[in-house]
């Protein structure tokens, strides 16, 4: 089984991301992938997350990140993707996707695949 994150780098504020999750060795379309990031100092904190595709794929956000973030998923590739656009000077953290039973449950626990992530950096 693996999550392998991709597409973070350093951007301005303002500035758009798209970050990748490929997911391989289970059955992509009975899991929920979330994203989640950890900023230096802080806590892990879910971003945002969409459920599986045989639970009709809702996404699910974040306060912070509603109406800037977008989660998409692209079943023939085992892809999901994390849009971010406006991104913010706080929205620096490293990014990691994660992978749940069916649906978004809300709880980090729930998660049992987790990739290494991927920085995103943005500047003032």
């Known amino acids: 089984v693996q999550l392998v994150e991709s597409g973070g780098g350093l951007v301005q504020t303002g500035g758009s991301l798209r970050l990748s999750c490929v997911a391989s060795g289970f059955k992509f379309d009975d899991w929920a992938i979330g994203w989640f990031r950890q900023a230096p100092g802080k806590e892990r904190e879910g971003v945002g997350c969409?459920?599986?595709?045989?639970?009709?794929?809702?996404?699910h956000y974040t306060e912070s990140v509603k109406g800037r973030f977008t989660i998409s998923s692209d079943n023939s590739k085992n892809t999901v993707y994390l849009n971010m656009n406006s991104l913010k000077p706080e929205d620096t953290a490293r990014y990691f996707c994660?992978?749940?039973?069916?649906?978004?449950?809300?709880?980090?626990?729930?998660?049992?695949?987790w990739g290494k992530g991927t920085q995103v950096t943005v500047s003032s």
């Open positions: 994660a992978a749940e039973q069916k649906w978004c449950s809300g709880r980090e626990s729930m998660f049992k695949f």
């Open positions: 969409i459920d599986s595709v045989s639970h009709d794929g809702t996404t």
